[in-house]
């Protein structure tokens, strides 16, 4: 079993910038791919970033492309999304979640069901 537990939502003005952590504990944090999800209002749930286990590579959606980005601490068992530039639409429940470290070219090919272990959820509210 792999649990994870995010931090760092909160308010933030337009514009500014926040960064989650995801921290895991139980499993072998370093052997799984991480991935940030997030939810608005009304929405479905959608992928905004991925890494693979040794952090060398990363996918983004491309809502966010340019002005997020996901890294990882294996010593630390920690998953980071630094998020610059915000804008309200970013404004949703982000979500960490853990897959097993299968090689895809894109975010098109992610789907929720490939993530075994989810995290509860942080708030982020973009809002002046």
């Known amino acids: 079993q792999l649990q994870l537990v995010e931090s760092g939502g909160g308010l933030v003005q337009p514009g500014g910038s926040m960064r989650l952590s995801c921290s895991a504990s139980?499993?072998?944090?370093?052997?799984?791919?991480m991935g940030w999800f997030r939810q608005a209002p009304g929405k479905e749930r959608e992928i905004v970033a991925d890494i693979n286990w040794s952090g060398g590579m990363t996918l983004y959606a491309n809502s966010v492309k340019g002005r997020f980005t996901i890294s990882r601490d294996n010593a630390k068992n920690t998953v980071y999304l630094q998020m610059n530039s915000l804008k309200p639409e970013d404004t949703a429940v982000y979500y960490c979640?853990?897959?097993?470290?299968?090689?895809?070219?894109?975010?098109?090919?992610?789907?929720?069901?490939?993530?075994?272990?989810w995290g509860q959820g942080t708030q982020v509210t973009v809002s002046s």
């Open positions: 979640a853990a897959r097993p470290n299968i090689y895809y070219s894109s975010t098109y090919s992610l789907r929720e069901s490939m993530y075994s272990y």
């Open positions: 139980g499993r072998t944090f370093s052997s799984l791919a």
